[in-house]
């Protein structure tokens, strides 16, 4: 019984062998799923292949009965319910979520009233957590019913097995029009005499419910499941109609006029095996056709696929990603939290062609894949994951990211030339802010991602930053889904920076966001060897100066909405001298003009020039007195999550790359400090141990990095600045070179660095050029337990920035 199985403390991680049968290391035993289902992680459990195209997974009902989700990773761990275990997901998104599609519910009920009557309740089955057990690649639970279920993943294909009480009857809802946002037409067919149900749901509606934009169909899944039971009963709903003995269903639940499908609307299909005894469904999905997710199935799975093989072949899949990086020493804690951030930064883009090769690009066409890219994949939150995740996940696997990137300008080239900054699937949904596409491509080339066409994104960047479009000069979706690839960019070219009242969710946020697309055009550039454009947007990413006021506060300059004809927002003069503006009502703790952040947390937000920010700010000693009274209260107690709008907020990304910057102050046993009490308090081995949304594996990949002791804090570069690692040693395995990282010394309390050592040779510098990324070589750090405030000090020790030059 599943309930003796997981009688054991939940949190508990069994990694008493980290040995497999076959004798490589089972790293995946230190992977705990269920990290990050509470408190906003919006992660899911389910079972998943690395970059999988199925995330099979539990749906829970709301916790809240006035919410319509759980929560956007269809699950929440202080939910009681589960309504079915759905084929798809995303990792650690926000808005409402999405995808969630066709639901899969065992049933020991008679189907009497529409489970469209109410989706997100009716024929749900109570859970507890001591009955649930979740692993990379399979789940699994005991209901309330008395229905055990097991769930395990391949790439394209999922397998289940359900195992009814005896005596009771054996059934399974098909929900195919219950996606988790809703659904606009969804068709189910079942045929009897082989056990085979087929059909397909058309959805999106990510972030709908905000604006009307998004609110709109822009993928279809289709999927073929085959059971290997005899089917008895088979039975349909469409709305609140039940029909008994049908074998067809069609329709959709809408979206509703809020953006939230209302009760009532949609329809599915159910099957009858008796009673009692197992019932295992293997299915297929396509996002292109029928016929496809029937290949794909029959390309993954044999007839005589057990769940046990197709776990054990998942685990396999895991192991193998999970063990290019090797950890030595650190506390049982730390290798459960750091392995299970490696999982879920691995889990996102996904894989969205098929075992043919062919995708259905965003122009509504069936494309195919084209040598040498291997894979298209799908869903990138671009504002997120180019800070540190596509690094990361390239530096891993750099044919990998060379197809990562493919699939962007193969996206950006069925849409018109842009270069969308949140697609989910086949959709431009336009959510967040800025233009993160040049800086995530130049991300790519610079950790090694060296087999996609370069010059032709390159090209194609170039003319989306140069080329004003209509979507660009609209206010379509704003604030939170402009249309444009770049919105207000007529305004950009002539003014230099963007004002209030152009398209934006926040002009000076969209400022700074900007200009870092203009370095990582710069950057991508200077890899590539084009001077002319290197340097051009070299100047344009100096573009922050623009909205830099030095006068805005008393404690110094901040950056500020600012308006077409070069005035600030509401002034008032203390005096007649006009250089003594101060603007009226300004505090550091404002959201005028910013993303998901105040005027204090953006003030850090130039991270390729570093440097020259300094600057503006009076040099060195006056940054860091900022920085100490941004991560620290007046207490002098950590103030870095929840600590309100001065203070860092290092569970979403405009303060994620801030705690590395006392490595350009001259003071890096501050940056080592912090860092280390970050990992040590919010990141956790508990439901609530990702601190906010992971962002399809954005924190996660943060995590890695910093337990770790390095970080790639310049977008579109490979540079990383040092902080120190938890571990005492640490090799990453990659094809271009093995990386070795040793800290003899690692310990609880010594983080603080004494000395560094680069391929043998004794170094100051505080940071390591690029070649150590895409070659490979030897770290050593030498460690303490009092800070050493003579290491890393002396100007020329601090990592590079990068000016106008």
């Known amino acids: 019984m599943l309930s003796k199985l997981f009688a054991a403390a939940l949190m508990t991680v069994a990694a008493t062998s980290l040995l497999s049968a076959a004798g490589v290391a089972d790293r995946a035993s230190l992977v705990n799923p269920l990290v990050g ?60 979520g999405g995808s969630g599609d066709v639901p899969l519910m065992p049933i020991t009920d008679a189907v009497e009233g529409s489970p469209s009557a109410d989706f997100r309740h009716a024929y749900s089955a109570a859970f507890s957590h001591a009955d649930e057990k979740a692993e990379p690649g399979s789940y699994r639970v005991k209901l309330g019913n008395g229905v055990e279920v097991e769930l395990a993943a391949a790439t394209r294909m999922g397998i289940a097995t359900f195992k009814f009480p005896e005596g009771k009857p054996a059934r399974v809802l098909v929900r195919t029009s219950d996606s988790e946002v809703g659904s606009t037409a969804a068709q189910t067919r079942i045929d009897a005499a082989t056990g085979t149900v087929t059909g397909s749901v058309r959805s999106g509606n990510f972030c709908g419910y905000i604006g009307t934009e998004d609110r709109r169909p822009y993928y279809t899944l289709h999927f073929v499941a085959r059971f290997d039971r005899p089917v008895t009963e088979t039975g349909a709903w469409i709305d609140d109609k039940v029909t008994p003995g049908a074998t067809t269903a069609e329709g959709g639940t809408g979206f509703g006029p809020k953006g939230f499908p209302e009760a009532g609307h949609g329809s599915g299909v159910w ?7 197992g019932v295992r469904v293997r299915i297929g999905i396509s996002y292109v056709s029928d016929e496809n997710a029937e290949a794909n199935l029959e390309a993954e799975s044999r007839d005589g696929a057990t769940y046990e093989q197709v776990a054990a072949r998942a685990r396999a899949a895991w192991n193998k990603r999970l063990n290019q990086i090797e950890t030595e020493g650190g506390t049982e804690e730390q290798k459960i939290v750091f392995t299970t951030a490696l999982y879920h930064a691995l889990m996102t883009p996904t894989a969205y062609s098929d075992a043919n090769g ?103 960047l170039v003319r989306a930053a140069d080329v004003p479009t209509k979507e660009d000069l609209s206010h379509d979706g704003c604030p939170v889904e402009c249309v444009g690839q770049r919105p207000g960019l007529d305004q950009w070219l002539k003014l230099h920076y963007i004002p209030v009242g152009a398209p934006a969710w926040g002009p000076a946020a969209d400022t700074l966001e900007d200009v870092s697309a203009e370095f990582g055009i710069s ?174 594996g954005e924190m996660s990949s943060w995590a890695v990095f910093a337990s770790m002791g390095i970080y790639p804090e310049i977008p579109g570069r490979a540079e990383f600045v040092l902080g120190s690692p938890i571990f005492s040693k640490v090799t990453i395995h990659r094809a271009e070179g093995d990386v070795r990282i040793v800290a003899k010394s690692a310990a609880a309390d010594n983080f603080y660095v004494r000395g560094v050592r680069v391929n043998g040779k004794t170094s100051s510098k505080t940071w390591l050029p690029e070649s150590f990324a895409t070659k490979g070589g030897t770290l050593e750090f030498d460690l303490s337990d009092t800070p050493d405030k003579n290491w890393g000090v002396n100007r020329g020790d601090e990592p590079p920035s990068f000016g106008a030059q």
């Open 37 to 96: 289902t509470a408190n906003g992680g919006n992660v899911f459990p389910g079972a998943t292949m690395p970059f999988g195209m199925v995330q099979f997974s539990p749906e829970a009902t709301p916790v809240n009965l006035k919410r319509m989700i759980a929560a956007p990773g269809g699950y929440e761990y202080r939910a009681n319910r589960l309504r079915g275990f759905s084929l798809t997901n995303v990792e650690g998104w926000g808005c409402a």
């Open 271 to 277: 099957l009858g095996f008796g009673t009692g005894g």
């Open 358 to 460: 062919e995708y259905m690009g965003m122009d509504e066409k069936v494309h195919r894949i084209a040598a040498p890219q291997s894979v298209q994949y799908a869903n990138f939150s671009g504002w997120d994951v180019y800070r540190s995740q596509f690094q990361l996940l390239t530096w891993l696997d750099a044919k990998q990211g060379s197809d990562i990137a493919q699939s962007l300008y193969n996206q950006s080239q069925q849409d018109g030339g842009r270069w969308d900054r949140w697609t989910h699937l086949g959709g431009a949904t336009h959510v967040m802010n800025g233009d993160p596409a040049a800086a995530a491509v130049a991300d790519v080339w610079a950790f090694g991602g060296r087999e996609f066409d370069a010059k032709g994104a390159l090209a194609s």
């Open 523 to 696: 950057a991508l550039a200077g890899h590539l060897g084009d001077e002319n454009v290197r340097q051009r947007f070299a100047v344009r990413a100096q573009y922050w100066k623009n909205i830099w006021n030095p006068n805005a506060a008393p404690d110094g300059g901040y950056f500020m909405n600012r308006n077409a004809d070069g005035s600030w927002p509401v002034m008032q003069s203390d005096d007649d001298d006009d250089n003594d503006q101060k603007p009226h009502g300004f505090t550091p703790a404002t959201g005028a003009g910013f993303v998901e952040g105040s005027a204090a947390q953006y003030v850090w937000m130039v991270p390729f020039n570093v440097a020259g920010l300094f600057e503006q700010m009076g040099g060195r000693e006056k940054a860091v007195a900022r920085l100490d009274r941004f991560f620290y209260d007046d207490k002098g107690a950590p103030a870095v999550t929840n600590a309100g709008p001065l203070h860092a907020e290092l569970n979403n990304e405009p303060s994620i790359e801030t705690p590395w910057l006392y490595d350009f102050a001259g003071q890096p046993w501050k940056t080592q400090q912090l860092v280390r009490q970050v990992l040590n308090t919010i990141w956790k081995n508990a439901p609530d141990g990702i601190p906010g949304n992971d962002d399809l």
